[in-house]
């Protein structure tokens, strides 16, 4: 079975605080994203990337950065946290290549900024 | 591009009854369509997929769903709904390698 894990299921933190989110799968995916999770939003697509060291900006990238220096391992930083990133965060990866295959989640943090 | 829309941000449903929830996609190209769910706290589950194989794609726990070109739609049907498909759905395109589009979401409820 495909694993994906995240760091943390629950997270608070302080405004203005630098935030690590990591995930990791099992997989040998080559693709990973980073999602946020709003109500009446759907998810959006914050970055993803198809490769170690090769990131893409998603749909909203801002106030966000990301770090993939381990093939398994897709982290994503907040570097300066603010009340207005306060949401789910979800984690997947893919197989890379056609449109074919699906993404695994893990099971999301959930980060409050105060 | 792509893009994707959930008729239904809610659907209410009693046990037992059948369950439709809409997707209407928008694709330059041909894509592959994905149903997956959401319960609450948890993350997302594929329910099922279609890659232009079979238009009628059959999933777990008893959901499908069938592609139609003409209509551009990809509707989640259940025959008969159980307590435990409350949760939130997602339809999903994806017409190349690269990024997926998510709709919205839509809530189902089951009433005993």
């Known amino acids: 079975d495909v694993k994906v894990t995240q760091s943390s299921r629950y997270l608070v933190k302080r405004t203005g605080e630098k935030v690590f989110l990591e995930c990791v799968q099992d997989m040998d995916h080559e693709n990973m994203f980073w999602y946020r999770q709003d109500p009446g939003l759907g998810l959006r697509l914050i970055y993803f990337s198809y490769d170690v060291k090769m990131k893409e900006k998603g749909d909203i990238p801002e106030g966000y950065s990301v770090s993939r220096e381990k093939k398994e391992r897709f982290s994503l930083i907040l570097e300066s946290a603010s009340t207005n990133q306060t949401s789910m965060y979800l984690c997947?990866?893919?197989?890379?290549?056609?449109?074919?295959?699906?993404?695994?989640f893990g099971p999301g943090t959930r980060l409050t900024v105060t | 591009a792509q893009s994707v829309t959930q008729l239904d941000s809610h659907v209410s449903v009693s046990e037992g009854t059948p369950v439709l929830l809409r997707c209407n996609y928008s694709?330059?190209?041909?894509?592959?369509l994905f149903w997956y769910v959401q319960h609450p706290n948890k993350g997302l589950q594929l329910l099922l997929k279609y890659t232009s194989a079979a238009t009628l794609v059959k999933g777990i726990n008893g959901f499908e769903a069938e592609f139609k070109k003409s209509e551009t739609s990809f509707h989640l049907t259940k025959p008969s709904a159980h307590m435990s498909d409350a949760a939130e759905y997602f339809c999903v395109v994806r017409a190349n390698a690269g990024k997926s589009t998510f709709g919205d979401g839509t809530t189902l409820t089951v009433k005993p």
């Open positions: 997947a990866s893919s197989f890379s290549g056609s449109r074919v295959y699906e993404q695994y």
């Open positions: 694709s330059s190209y041909s894509p592959s």
